[in-house]
């Protein structure tokens, strides 16, 4: 069985495992106020040189969406995501929990466009204080689709939230796939648009933890009393510090992101070829492909993946690659794939005989 | 200048600012445990006579809305609404607020179908634990858009909720409206249909109050703390007695919701036979017409009423019978319309020439 | 039954019902933009000549605690407030459930004083983003034990304030009783001294109502967001601006709470001559008396008041004047105290004998 | 500088680290639901064998308290704990962002008193509705105050509890250290009274990581909707697993408690001797000594610890043993200690004169 369900099925990459071990006897003050933490800050601040942000770092991303969002917004403010955005579906309602209504607007390939942010923000002028104000954009970046925002769009929403006095937050759990993906910016340019935003290293290399990057300076003061009351402050916070140190010392944020990619893009070039409908096109380590039920369980006998969602009369699988996943992986599956597209078509009456015969055995 | 903004601008029929001025001088208990409270609460059982239900009172709509949801949810619990609903686009979260994602789905002329209700139930279970669970649907009746449901499809409501295991909640805000619509059903059939719903003074007849008429069982204990908590439980809590029983002990609450419908529906006939476009064809107090800008202008120096929208090239308006609506001002309402169906068309350069006229005067 | 067991428990003054009436067939516009409000608002503002507050009207107490306290923290910011306060102790957790902790204190007669504001602030220094951030000071004046704070007190609440970076919140739900007891202040100083406070119809002449002043201009914003969102935004608004102008067009503010203070201080008068000993000696329009069994039953028998506690072996009752209490009703009630205060000590033996008479029938 | 500034502040035992490393490159499925954490959850229900609880893990004790009280209480119960309680002091209001009071009931000795939790909930019925329902207790074993909850006084708060209908909440942050500090009960003791507690790993030879036992079957359901709601369910959930299968597997949960409490109890033993006042006499790992302004320097030019409280005119520090204490550090720290005790009392000229010098210098 080969390993394409996720990009956080595995441990960590070397370093890091190998620099905990080396570390486990020191003695360390808690709460991220130790030196591992204030160097990993440092490395990740010399990838933005323009900037000037303050850095926090959490165990996983939905306490750090959940606590940024709940420090940056006041009770009546809310904010505007992608319907497919992950606080919007997956994270159990946790921003909500915090009093904050998510304003959810139709995606565009996974990604929230200025239109909509603009056209919410009117509707919201239709009937003051009877309706929430938006006060913040949360984009995911690469998306939950895989899609990466191109400069231009970022720039676009930059400047809509600078217009409408709104915060841009990118959700960057996936940020090294989107970097990495053939864009031409940087985290130094990310730093100059977004208000805040995350990088995360759960799936990308690290046993866990996010960065949160801080870089609107309305937004800095008394950030860790929120992390704490969320319940986001790590005891041992050095174990954090080393984690982005591990990923930032020698760039292997860079070069896992990169590897990962590079695995699921050769899938999804084959795939293509052999003919499979893409539900979307990606650009990272998350692809989507369409395929029939035959097709699903020739895979599923030999594939640890996911089923993403039901679609007319096909079945999206999501399939996504990672630092961890091997050449080896890739080829089978690349063969898998091959083989399920040239599976002799069912004959329903087989079938059907089939199963008569096994329920008479 | 006439009034068709909404059916909450003026005081309350006659019979309940007597009472108030009656026992205006009487000494009450606080909070709800008078004699007047208790009376108010028999007239409204004697309505429901297959039912048993517990009945709070409180001030306002959005505090009923978020004290029943509070009440009902666990925190990881959602509610499910047409994206037209009052929680969901005019109560500036409220509901998120207490902590608690709405799940809106597209509406139906106003209304939530099953269908949708059973979808958004089906999607949770796909990851579970990682989407919140949709455990209460919320329906207003009559509608935002002045549609009612029809018995069938409240059965089906119910029966989905039923199956599901989810409550059914209906905001009665215009429930009035909706049962002397013409519908073939009563009180006592929403009792049964209905896990908790309210019943709304405000907007028909009352200075303020919806009744709050609970039915299942296992939403009743402790309902008054969760009304302290939210600050719903009023000191003179006899007032709202008495604006139920100014309602209810001689039918005020029907005669009220008969008249604004007849008002509002004998304006609609006229727009359509006038040839104004409908939004959506109203059953009850609130009509919503396409207008052009020359129209709009005719008829806002005329009548005070609210634009509900912009619509492709045209507005979208929105006029609300009451209780306090007169003859005079239905007959004067469909005058002007009648006149502004009949405007001479504008000339673009005669407004313009007209313009510098004045320009230069 | 003569009553003395509150000071909401009667409507209101004839002034506000009759105006109430007056108005009650006008149009007006909804949610507090109309023009009775406006007038209510300027006639308010006219007793603050050095201020230029804010004002907002909201229906009741614990919901106009709920909703400035909500609007004036962030997440993590605590409000100081004696343990007697109302925010504590009888508003079922209402400024817990806005997800604030309150710092209860040890109150001086029913009073926060400077130095424990002080001590709760250096202690939350000790463990900086481990404890939450005092904020706020709430104060009630008068106390919920009837004392009232002198100028000097005040003074001091507000410079320990200023000095800390706090706010001071004064819940005035029976202010005109603390501005009517002799006091050396207005609600001039008053508006210098709290950066928000309340002045409360309820509890002295109005069907309902508290005035929401706020002076500080940090806090202005947005205050009306908030208000909708916890269901405080009155539909039919002028309701309150009415209450209002009734309270403060002819000063009935003032004078009905001098009326209630005159008749509690006279019974208290009479009740220490007697031999009462005092819970706390009441400045205003609630006094405490110290009463044994066979006392209260007696006054039980003849007056509607409250048991406030129980305190060793004797119990605490609360006696509670208001603009409605008569003459009459103090006369009777001194009476009462006259003859419960002579009552022949009861003999134990008999007690029992009568008991076990009764038991025997 | 030897470290005995708390018992989080190296990283964990070889076993567990091992482990990880070992581990480190299997692919495991996410959010808890890989074997690893099955294996966890065996070894520690084997130790409470008349138990069936529910186990979860999550990373931090913070997150743990907030997540289990958002779980078990409706909106208007509330809690009682130690004023000294962790959750009530210092947790930033993490618990009343839920939404819920903390009723803080003073502590004797740091723990709490079937007394007063009886008080809080007769209190509640004096004005029912109008004060939150006391729900559950938590209590902390070890209190944070180092002293451990015998067997009795644990059946009296479960009985209290059982009568009241309330939940008996245990923080065993710091329960290893109460378990080995020579108690008459186990965690199958423990079980048995309480309705949910945790065991915590971070203080005791972990990484990180609580458990969550849940032992009343109402608890139970939807537990895992919570905990990823509020942010603590692990991606990689294994590594949870693997630090509880470290601290089992060989029960060096209890060796490194028993070591912990053996080296803070010889130091304790000594300081006594020694003639230091103990704040509090301690029972466990964390002990409470009185020295004044000379002992401190001494001390703290050579050992990392924390000052725990002013207290008159002496300062209490707190010492901190752990599962990583040497033989080595607590022979030191008695050997400083006995310089500190017998320093030269200072002559105040002397030291005025000093420090003249140095200002001329």
Redesign the interface.
């Known amino acids: 069985m080969i390993?394409f369900?996720?990009d956080?099925?595995?441990?960590?990459i070397?370093e890091i495992?190998d620099l905990?071990?080396e570390?486990?006897?020191?003695?360390?003050?808690?709460?991220g106020e130790d030196d591992y933490t204030k160097k990993a800050i440092e490395l990740i601040k010399s990838k933005m040189v323009d900037a000037n942000p303050d850095i926090h770092f959490i165990?996983?991303?939905?306490?750090?969406n959940?606590?940024v969002l709940?420090?940056i917004l006041?009770?009546?403010e809310?904010v505007v995501c992608a319907d497919t955005g992950h606080i919007n579906?997956?994270?159990?309602?946790?921003v909500?929990?915090?009093?904050?209504?998510?304003l959810?607007v139709p995606n565009s390939s996974g990604k929230v466009t200025p239109q909509y942010v603009r056209a919410r923000y009117e509707e919201s002028l239709m009937?003051?204080?009877?309706?929430?104000?938006p006060k913040a954009v949360y984009i995911s970046n690469a998306t939950e689709m895989g899609t990466v925002y191109s400069r231009e769009e970022l720039e676009a929403l930059h400047n809509v939230c600078k217009e409408l006095n709104m915060y841009l937050f990118m959700d960057g759990a996936r940020l090294g796939a989107a970097l990495m993906s053939g864009v031409d910016y940087t985290l130094n340019d990310i730093a100059r648009w977004c208000d805040v935003f995350t990088i995360g290293g759960?799936?990308n290399g690290a046993?866990?933890g996010e960065a949160i990057v801080i870089n609107h300076p309305d937004l800095k003061p008394?950030f860790?009393?929120?992390?704490?009351?969320?319940?986001?402050?790590?005891?041992?916070g050095w174990?954090l510090g080393l984690q982005f140190i591990g990923l930032f010392e020698h760039d292997a944020y860079y070069k896992c992101a990169k590897h990962a990619n590079d695995c699921a893009q050769k899938i999804q070039d084959a795939a293509v070829e052999l003919g499979y409908p893409l539900y979307m096109k990606s650009d990272t380590n998350q692809i989507f492909l369409s395929v029939n039920d035959q097709q699903l369980e020739y895979l599923r006998a030999r594939v640890?993946f996911e089923i993403w969602e039901y679609w007319n009369d096909s079945i999206i699988i999501r399939l996504v690659s990672s630092w961890?996943t091997t050449k080896e992986e890739v080829d089978y599956m690349i063969v898998y794939l091959k083989e399920a597209s040239s599976l002799p078509e069912e004959d329903p009456e087989e079938v059907e005989k089939e199963f008569e015969a096994k329920e008479n055995e």
Chains 1, 2, 3, 4 share one sequence.
């Open positions: 390993f369900k996720n956080y099925g595995q441990g960590c070397d495992i905990m071990k570390v486990n006897d020191e003695s360390n003050p808690g709460y165990v996983g991303g939905t306490q750090a959940l606590t709940k420090h006041r009770p009546y809310a579906s997956h994270e159990t309602g946790a909500e929990a915090t009093g904050h209504k998510i959810a009937q003051v204080a009877h309706m929430v104000l759960t799936k046993l866990f008394y860790r009393f929120d992390l704490k009351q969320a319940g986001g402050m790590l005891a041992k174990l640890d961890h």
